[in-house]
């Protein structure tokens, strides 16, 4: 019968409790008091770490007296060290303890596995050899995302971008202690490092986890109803080429655009046109840095991945100006913090590529409406790209000018307008202003345009039936402004002889007009 010391690496991810029932280890095992505080600690913050490894134990227990194991392996909680010990400082006091009471360190971490042995002490090693983790199971063929539930059928989500169907893994609804075994390995393996395996996020009853390209995020009860994991994959990495865009648009991010926003609803690939974006300005020779959270962003190593989540709004903001960066993505905006790291970057003079959540191309200006104010938007944005099904579906450009907003007629309400146009044809869609108190976002796309009241319409055809024949004149109206169509031959004739009798009609009812080709 030996004596075997448990390293907190082996809680975790639950190779203790199957060495232990498969046989593997007899005698007295020692668990260190600090490990069970540490993991205490988390629990009780509802840290996603701290509720797999408690739970761990309460089935180490009560696997022992089920299987009538208890004579067999008796368990001993020691005090190795100090109380309030921390993650780091675990493997230290294992390997104290097993020198100074001649007992087998049991771990799961390569790193501690190599340590115990330059020491000179017996090592049991349950780490699992390398290879796919449960999670990486579900993914085949076109899987873009998993979807876990305890007590309901595993689904994915598969297909591409835009065009994807909800698909059924199995009939047999997954089980807590499934989900949990899933959730131990992605901790354990955190935990030992140098698996491309990342805790990037650790808040009371959540994790997100990185592992290679996956992103997962685990929700604990009671913030959901029931123990749940999201694994999501890239499914492509593109090129800026491979968007086919107009050579107008890649002349402007190449020479101009630098407040830039990627905007669009979630799944429509704006990380992976920000990934592409990113890895054009570096092959122009550009220094490239992001701000993720999580790190999920899969790029040359060239490029420096900054995590929001490891440092606050002013670290990052010194890192990056004091680095001079000429070009920083900020992978999903969410919250006023990152908005204003975003804007005051923006005015030191970096320049800004950040990544939105939008249903419309303007919904990603307005975000930015209520936080700045408006004669500050053209310089912290003049560009915005919008995202749906994986393509460029819209560009925008924004400019500041002094005008009587459309729709206003009187000159004394002049005022400064941000205007936004769709940046191919030159079209004015959209002008941002402040009436009194209000900001306005007021859209200016022609609508179907419909027929003008029959006084002004025969007031129009009385006042150019000199120019042009009736019957070759058409009138409507289209978003307030009355649009007068006369044959090309007529036209110059109208926009010279009959600008006088249209501006008196223009006073007369209180409308603007405008000439165009039939």
Same mark, same amino acid.
């Given at each position: 019968?030996?004596?075997?010391?448990?390293?907190?690496?082996?809680?975790?991810?639950?190779?203790?409790?199957?060495?232990?029932?498969?046989?593997?280890?007899?005698?007295?095992?020692?668990?260190?008091?600090?490990?069970?505080?540490?993991?205490?600690?988390?629990?009780?913050?509802?840290?996603?770490?701290?509720?797999?490894?408690?739970?761990?134990?309460?089935?180490?227990?009560?696997?022992?007296?089920?299987?009538?194991?208890?004579?067999?392996?008796?368990?001993?909680?020691?005090?190795?060290?100090?109380?309030?010990?921390?993650?780091?400082?675990?493997?230290?006091?294992?390997?104290?303890?097993?020198?100074?009471?001649?007992?087998?360190?049991?771990?799961?971490?390569?790193?501690?596995?190599?340590?115990?042995?330059?020491?000179?002490?017996?090592?049991?090693?349950?780490?699992?050899?390398?290879?796919?983790?449960?999670?990486?199971?579900?993914?085949?063929?076109?899987?873009?995302?998993?979807?876990?539930?305890?007590?309901?059928?595993?689904?994915?989500?598969?297909?591409?971008?835009?065009?994807?169907?909800?698909?059924?893994?199995?009939?047999?609804?997954?089980?807590?202690?499934?989900?949990?075994?899933?959730?131990?390995?992605?901790?354990?393996?955190?935990?030992?490092?140098?698996?491309?395996?990342?805790?990037?996020?650790?808040?009371?009853?959540?994790l997100i986890v990185q592992h290679k390209d996956l992103r997962i995020v685990?929700?604990?009860?009671?913030?959901?109803?029931?123990?749940?994991?999201?694994?999501?994959?890239?499914?492509?990495?593109?090129?800026?080429?491979?968007?086919?865009?107009?050579?107008?648009?890649?002349?402007?991010?190449?020479?101009?655009?630098?407040?830039?926003?990627?905007?669009?609803?979630?799944?429509?690939?704006?990380?992976?046109?920000?990934?592409?974006?990113?890895?054009?300005?570096? &092959?122009?020779?550009?220094? $490239? !840095?992001?701000?993720?959270?999580? @790190?999920?962003?899969? /790029? #040359? =190593?060239?490029?420096?991945?900054?995590?929001?989540?490891?440092?606050?709004?002013?670290?990052?903001?010194?890192?990056?100006?004091?680095?001079?960066?000429?070009?920083?993505?900020?992978?999903?905006?969410?919250?006023?913090?990152?908005?204003?790291?975003?804007?005051?970057?923006?005015?030191?003079?970096?320049?800004?590529?950040?990544?939105?959540?939008?249903?419309?191309?303007?919904?990603?200006?307005?975000?930015?409406?209520?936080?700045?104010?408006?004669?500050?938007?053209?310089?912290?944005?003049?560009?915005?790209?919008?995202?749906?099904?994986?393509?460029?579906?819209?560009?925008? &450009?924004?400019?500041?000018? $002094? !005008?009587?907003?459309?729709?206003? @007629?009187?000159?004394? /309400? #002049? =005022?400064?307008?941000?205007?936004?146009?769709?940046?191919?044809?030159?079209?004015?869609?959209?002008?941002?202003?402040?009436?009194?108190?209000?900001?306005?976002?007021?859209?200016?796309?022609?609508?179907?345009?419909?027929?003008?009241?029959?006084?002004?319409?025969?007031?129009?055809?009385?006042?150019?039936?000199?120019?042009?024949?009736?019957?070759?004149?058409?009138?409507?109206?289209?978003?307030?402004?009355?649009?007068?169509?006369?044959?090309?031959?007529?036209?110059?004739?109208?926009?010279?002889?009959?600008?006088?009798?249209?501006?008196?009609?223009?006073?007369?009812?209180?409308?603007?007009?405008r000439v165009e080709p039939l």
């Amino acid at each position: 019968m030996g004596k075997y010391v448990a390293d907190i690496s082996v809680i975790l991810d639950g190779s203790l409790k199957e060495a232990v029932i498969s046989g593997n280890i007899r005698g007295t095992l020692f668990l260190l008091e600090e490990a069970v505080d540490y993991l205490e600690r988390l629990a009780r913050q509802g840290d996603g770490v701290g509720l797999v490894g408690v739970e761990e134990l309460k089935d180490l227990r009560t696997s022992l007296e089920k299987l009538g194991l208890s004579e067999l392996v008796r368990v001993e909680y020691v005090q190795a060290g100090r109380r309030q010990a921390e993650l780091e400082e675990m493997p230290s006091l294992v390997r104290k303890f097993a020198r100074e009471n001649g007992a087998v360190v049991v771990t799961s971490d390569p790193f501690l596995r190599d340590s115990a042995a330059v020491m000179g002490l017996d090592v049991m090693y349950l780490g699992r050899e390398r290879g796919p983790l449960q999670i990486e199971r579900f993914f085949e063929r076109d899987i873009m995302s998993v979807h876990l539930k305890e007590g309901a059928p595993p689904q994915a989500k598969a297909g591409r971008p835009g065009y994807w169907r909800l698909v059924k893994l199995s009939d047999e609804p997954m089980s807590r202690g499934q989900l949990e075994s899933i959730v131990r390995e992605l901790i354990s393996e955190a935990a030992k490092g140098g698996g491309g395996t990342r805790l990037e996020i650790r808040r009371p009853h959540s994790l997100i986890v990185q592992h290679k390209d996956l992103r997962i995020v685990v929700a604990f009860p009671p913030v959901s109803d029931g123990l749940e994991i999201t694994a999501v994959k890239p499914l492509v990495r593109r090129s800026l080429e491979d968007y086919n865009l107009d050579p107008k648009v890649v002349e402007r991010l190449e020479k101009s655009a630098e407040g830039i926003l990627i905007s669009g609803p979630p799944g429509a690939g704006k990380t992976t046109f920000a990934q592409a974006l990113a890895e054009f300005y570096l &092959s122009k020779g550009k220094i $490239v !840095k992001t701000v993720e959270s999580p @790190r999920d962003m899969i /790029l #040359s =190593r060239s490029i420096t991945q900054l995590s929001k989540n490891y440092a606050t709004s002013e670290e990052i903001h010194d890192l990056l100006l004091l680095s001079r960066p000429d070009y920083t993505i900020f992978d999903e905006m969410r919250d006023t913090a990152d908005f204003q790291l975003y804007v005051d970057l923006r005015l030191a003079g970096v320049g800004m590529v950040g990544v939105v959540h939008a249903t419309s191309p303007i919904d990603a200006v307005q975000r930015f409406v209520r936080r700045v104010e408006l004669g500050m938007i053209p310089s912290i944005i003049d560009t915005v790209i919008y995202m749906k099904d994986g393509e460029v579906k819209k560009v925008y &450009s924004l400019s500041m000018t $002094v !005008k009587v907003p459309a729709g206003m @007629r009187e000159e004394d /309400l #002049s =005022r400064p307008v941000v205007v936004v146009k769709d940046f191919l044809t030159g079209e004015p869609e959209y002008e941002i202003y402040v009436f009194g108190e209000e900001t306005f976002v007021v859209p200016l796309r022609r609508g179907e345009g419909r027929a003008p009241s029959k006084k002004l319409l025969s007031a129009v055809v009385s006042a150019l039936k000199r120019y042009v024949p009736p019957q070759e004149i058409r009138v409507e109206e289209v978003d307030g402004v009355v649009v007068v169509k006369v044959p090309e031959e007529h036209l110059a004739v109208v926009a010279s002889r009959g600008a006088g009798k249209l501006d008196r009609l223009r006073r007369r009812f209180s409308v603007d007009f405008r000439v165009e080709p039939l």
